[in-house]
């Protein structure tokens, strides 16, 4: 054994002896200088209280300024109801930080429009509850999935394009059916029938746009239309059978007041989550 170690034996040994001895010199009770435990058998709220004493502290709130500073990059969490949607069905689950985005030509809807499009509701089978489209537009991309951080340079990209193509005129003129991919929808259209061509070299270069992030182009046989009802569900079959009245009264229409049934490419309009963006086409 080391000479420490035999120090350090000595040095308890000691420190024992002298420890035994004080307890001896000192008569009278021993008094324990340590605070006893209280009693919870009798009192039995030893547990509430600590409990309550958790219960007290809250959680306090994010600074007011750290939620404006995030507010635009960080989208509240979506929880989606039919009802909330006239019946539609997402084609992809919400999540945080995917945006569902599409670029579309806006459209305003003459009174010429708008009457035929109530023609149309009230004509076809009322089982099907038809529902006119309050946002009249024409699709030039799919519906795709963004992230966040692509929206800026997609915005931009989008902007280059308008500041490059002039403004065009397309005109109105058939009536189709159409479902959406997922066939959970089914909608009217009305198709165009002319500027289709300046409406596919504009498809061409958004859809180089989308391909620099591996997002779907739109749809090869490409049938650009004005969706002014849908419902529920896949009704092809049952809404064709009113296509041959429909036509003619859509042709009626259109002889009546023509003017009203062209409409003018003045602007690309690209929506994506809850943000809008409008880019003028060129004069």
């Known amino acids: 054994m080391s000479l420490s170690t035999n120090n350090a034996l000595n040095l ?22 340590k ?36 507010k635009d990059d960080i989208p509240d969490q979506v929880k989606d109801s039919e009802a909330d949607h006239s019946g539609r069905v997402r084609s992809f689950p919400h999540e945080r930080g995917n945006w569902a985005s599409y670029v579309y030509i806006s459209v305003d809807a ?33 519906t795709v999935i963004l992230k966040h951080h692509w929206i800026d340079s997609i915005s931009s990209s989008i902007q280059d394009i308008a500041c490059s193509v002039k403004r065009f005129p397309i005109c109105l003129g058939d009536i189709r059916v159409y ?32 391909s620099d992030f591996r997002l779907p182009p739109f ?16 009704h092809i079959n049952s809404l064709k059978s009113h296509l041959p009245k429909l036509q ?10 023509p003017l009203e049934w062209g409409i003018n490419v003045e602007a690309l309009h690209f929506r994506t989550g809850n943000k809008y963006f409008s880019f003028k086409l060129m004069y």
Do not use: W
């Open 12 to 33: 308890l040994s000691a420190y024992d002896s002298s420890s035994d001895g004080s307890e001896e010199e000192i008569p009278g009770p021993k008094v324990s200088v």
């Open 35 to 70: 605070r006893p435990l209280p009693n919870c058998a009798e009192s039995g709220n030893c547990f509430q209280n600590k409990k309550l004493a958790t219960n007290d502290i809250r959680r306090l709130p994010p600074p007011t300024a750290l939620l404006e500073l995030f």
């Open 110 to 142: 003459s009174s010429s429009i708008e009457s035929f499009i109530d023609l149309v509701c009230t004509t076809c089978d009322p089982s099907l509850n038809l529902q006119r489209s309050n946002d009249l537009h024409i699709s030039v991309t799919k």
């Open 179 to 210: 479902t959406n991919e997922e066939q959970t929808r089914t909608f009217i259209g009305i198709v165009v029938t002319a500027g289709k061509e300046n409406l596919t070299k504009l498809v061409a270069r958004l859809d180089q746009v989308l």
């Open 219 to 234: 749809y090869e046989e490409a049938s650009f239309h004005l969706s002014i009802a849908s419902c529920v569900g896949n």
């Open 248 to 257: 003619t009264s859509l042709e009626m229409f259109i002889h009546g007041h």
